[in-house]
């Protein structure tokens, strides 16, 4: 059974930072590719960025590359995305998902809010 919980997201102002963090229960964690994912009100789920199982790639969406860092910590199973410069845009809940032979699970999410 595998058990993600998101922390870490609150208010901030407009180009400021925020780390979010996302802890991983179960086993293997070092098998699975690690994702965060976003949803704005009104607006379906997108993808943010993931790393690999390996943790050797990363990926990022466009709106968020040079911005955003994701990163994991295979002796505390836990995935982190590091977000600074933030924009307004950038307000909605973010979940973590992983992913492993063709299984994806995922977190309740932790709602991050950009203010002006």
């Known amino acids: 059974q595998v058990k993600l919980v998101e922390s870490g997201g609150g208010l901030v102002q407009a180009g400021g930072s925020l780390r979010l963090s996302c802890g991983f229960s179960?086993?293997?964690?070092?098998?699975?590719?690690m994702g965060w994912s976003r949803q704005a009100p009104g607006k379906e789920r997108e993808f943010v960025a993931a790393?690999?199982?390996?943790?050797?790639?990363?990926y990022y969406a466009d709106s968020v590359k040079g911005r955003f860092t994701i990163s994991e910590d295979i002796a505390t199973n836990s995935v982190y995305l590091q977000m600074n410069s933030l924009k307004l845009e950038d307000t909605a809940v973010y979940y973590c998902?992983?992913?492993?032979?063709?299984?994806?699970?995922w977190g309740k999410g932790t709602p991050v809010t950009v203010s002006s």
């Open positions: 790393i690999s199982w390996s943790g050797d790639h990363t």
């Open positions: 998902s992983g992913r492993r032979r063709g299984m994806d699970y």
């Open positions: 179960g086993t293997s964690f070092s098998s699975y590719a």
